[in-house]
């Protein structure tokens, strides 16, 4: 019997813990440019701001146009005192679409990407 209650035990623990390990990702709190937003003057950086602090050096922003090309003048850093806000400075920018890739590490070793959209110009 005191098998079947170390069993029952140790499936509490892991069905307990197993919300929590699936929120410890780091999500994309806002960002600026705002996702899908219309900016009147062209922005010199992008910035993200995630729900966990992430690791520099294996988190990265690229800025596409619609063909595709990188906009990015150099890669992706944390915010100066916020490790949970990623910015990339960006070429100058011309009326069009412009995609953001991102894909960050957190400092609980997990994984997330996700990208999203902004307009420059009318």
């Not at 005191?2 to 994309?28: E, W």
Request: glycine letters at 8%; a positive charge; one cysteine or more.
């Amino acid at each position: 019997m005191s098998g079947l209650r170390c069993l029952i035990a140790g499936l509490f623990v892991v069905a307990t813990l197993s919300p929590i390990q699936a929120l410890a990702h780091a999500h994309l709190d806002h960002a600026m440019p705002a996702p899908n937003s219309v900016q009147g003057q062209p922005p010199k950086e992008v910035t993200i701001w995630f729900t966990e602090a992430l690791e520099a050096k294996f988190s990265t922003i690229v800025v596409q146009d619609a063909k595709g090309v990188a906009m990015q003048t150099g890669a992706a850093t944390l915010a100066p005192g916020n490790t949970a806000q990623l910015r990339v400075p960006l070429k100058p920018l011309s009326p069009g679409s412009y995609k953001v890739i991102w894909r960050v590490l957190s400092v609980d070793t997990h994984r997330s990407k996700g990208e999203f959209s902004f307009k420059v110009g009318p």
